[in-house]
Nanobody, 112 residues
Framework: QRQLVESGGGLVQPGGSLKLSCAAS????????IAWYRQAPGKERDLVAL??????NYANSVKGRFTISRDNAKNTVYLQMNSLEPEDTAVYYC???????WGQGTQVTVSS
């Protein structure tokens, strides 16, 4: 299966922005549906954004603030996160939707 590696997390103040990357191996990455998930301490791992065949979907909690996109030449899917809130603090994961394997994720911390 394709290997996906998340990166781009970090510490950001409320209202700030981060852009996460999900880099994939293989030459047919663009045919896969890719989803971003997040998991905060003590909480469920929730789907936050999905891109599939040009169609994008977002969880209500991030709609209007997050944007999922892809760069086919780089075999990479991105998650642009704007207007970040403390509630967005979590480990963010990407995987092939709906049943791909999990990677290490990347930590996003939104705090003053």
């Amino acid at each position: 299966q394709r290997q996906l590696v998340e990166s781009g997390g970090g510490l950001v103040q409320p209202g700030g922005s981060l852009k996460l990357s999900c880099a994939a191996s293989g030459s047919l990455f663009s045919i896969y549906a890719i989803a971003w998930y997040r998991q905060a301490p003590g909480k469920e791992r929730d789907l936050v954004a999905l891109i599939n065949g040009g169609i994008v979907n977002y969880a209500n909690s991030v709609k209007g603030r997050f944007t999922i996109s892809r760069d086919n030449a780089k075999n990479t899917v991105y998650l642009q996160m704007n207007s970040l809130e403390p509630e967005d603090t979590a480990v963010y994961y990407c995987r092939i939707y709906p049943s791909g394997s999990w990677g290490q994720g990347t930590q996003v911390t939104v705090s003053s």
